[in-house]
């Protein structure tokens, strides 16, 4: 199951219409296991209770944590501003 946070579904609700369908519609069809080709872990969360991993689509970044069996989207962001969101999170 794929959960957002309130700050990642205000950052889906500043997304143009057209950007909220496409990131919607991939929501549903990603692989958020840790293996998959287009699925990071960031580097600064090895260690850490909950590792932060980093999925692509399109230019749009999410990071979401992992629950079990459960996906936690924390942010999706504009890969232009990652670097700053990641800073936030830690």
């Given at each position: ?29 990603v692989d958020f ?13 090895k260690g850490r ?42």
């Amino acid at each position: 199951m794929v959960y957002l946070t309130a700050k990642a579904e205000k950052d889906l609700k500043a997304l143009s219409p057209s950007q909220q369908r496409r990131i919607l519609s991939k929501l549903e069809e990603v692989d958020f296991s840790p293996n998959a080709p287009h699925v990071k872990k960031l580097a600064a969360t090895k260690g850490r209770k909950a590792e932060i991993f980093r999925a692509r689509i399109g230019t749009y970044r999410l990071l979401y944590i992992l629950e079990g069996k459960d996906v936690v989207i924390l942010r999706i962001v504009h890969r232009k501003d990652l670097e700053r969101a990641i800073r936030e999170l830690m």
